[in-house]
């Protein structure tokens, strides 16, 4: 099927999904879409979108089913109940998962899939909101090097880089690892600032200076941004960055690989959460240390959302 043939059911419209959604519409795919909050969802409709009354519905009408959900144990509902993907989605077609999940919860999930003679791709996605509203994530793929093949030309409108990792499975590995880096980096970040702030360095300097050096990260160009800006507002939670942490320390464990950072990075953001509840959004745990320092890490020009921002 060509990159305008493939009916496409999209279960879990959010700030990430939508985003990836509205990618989908345009470049021709008819997507159908559903999710929980109806609202989240009308202005995908505004642009073209069908909405289905159940997954089920919109499995029924799709070739391509893709979830993009905050838990694996909501991934599996989805997908097994008896209103769920697989009881709509015909044999040959394709399930695609785009959470951020357990690795050994996906081999599960797709091997139930096959039986029902479901195709299955885990592609976790990586870059934050702000990348997937411009086209411009990365996309991990893992599963079948065939089908991979056969939906690349779907992955490649919501991702300006697709990576297949390897067997089902290893994907949702390697994304729970980038993750594991970025919350190290941002509480790091948190700190470098602190330090060059009550050095009396001006905080845009400090921040100019780090992006230019062997200190740089992702993380610092963007979320460092939101710190500076006092917005905190990256589009991804506490919620979610403890589930990722617990994630990665679990494969860990399995493996026997001692995390010693990772292990502090996640009672940092246990701290975060008691203090300003896991709604709140992840760069937030940098707030801890402006809070008991008493020095709010503020500077001029940084922006409050990087959603349509051409600075990073």
């Not at 996906?106 to 791709?121: C, Q, W």
């Not at 960055?241 to 617990?246: E, N, R, V, Y």
Request: glycine share 10%.
């Amino acid at each position: 099927m060509s990159a305008n043939t493939q009916k496409i059911g999209f279960i879990g419209v959010g700030s990430l999904g939508g985003a990836i959604v509205t990618n989908m519409l345009n470049a021709g795919f008819s997507v159908t879409v559903f999710d929980t909050n109806k609202d989240v969802a009308q202005p995908l409709l505004d642009q073209g979108a069908k909405w289905a009354s159940s997954v089920k519905e919109a499995a029924q009408q799709s070739d391509v089913v893709v979830t993009c959900l905050p838990r694996p144990d909501i991934v599996a509902s989805v997908l097994t109940n008896p209103d769920g993907v697989l009881a709509g989605l015909a044999k040959g077609k394709t399930w695609i998962d785009m959470s951020t999940s357990d690795s050994n919860e996906i081999k599960r999930l797709g091997a139930i899939a096959n039986e029902h003679g479901v195709n299955v791709l885990e592609s976790p996605v990586t870059g934050g909101v702000h990348k997937a509203a411009s086209g411009a994530l990365t996309i991990l793929v893992g599963g079948d090097k065939e089908v991979f093949d056969a939906n690349l030309n779907i992955l490649e409108t919501v991702g300006n880089r697709v990576m297949h990792i390897g067997v089902l499975g290893q994907a949702s590995k390697i994304k729970v690892v980038t993750n594991m880096l970025a919350f190290i980096h941002l509480v790091a970040v948190g700190e470098a600032l602190m330090i060059s702030g009550q050095s009396g360095i001006d905080l845009k300097t400090a921040w100019e200076a780090i992006r230019w050096s062997s200190g740089n990260s992702f993380v610092h160009e963007t979320e460092g941004q939101l710190v500076l800006s006092g917005s905190y507002d990256i589009n991804f939670t506490i919620d979610l960055a403890l589930k990722d942490l617990g994630l990665v320390n679990d494969l860990a464990k399995s493996m026997g690989v001692p995390l010693e950072l990772s292990s502090i990075v996640e009672q940092r953001y246990i701290a975060a959460k008691a203090r300003y509840g896991g709604q709140a959004q992840s760069p937030r745990v940098v707030q801890i240390l402006e809070d008991d320092m008493k020095f709010p890490l503020r500077a001029d020009g940084f922006p409050e959302s990087l959603i349509g921002y051409d600075g990073v």
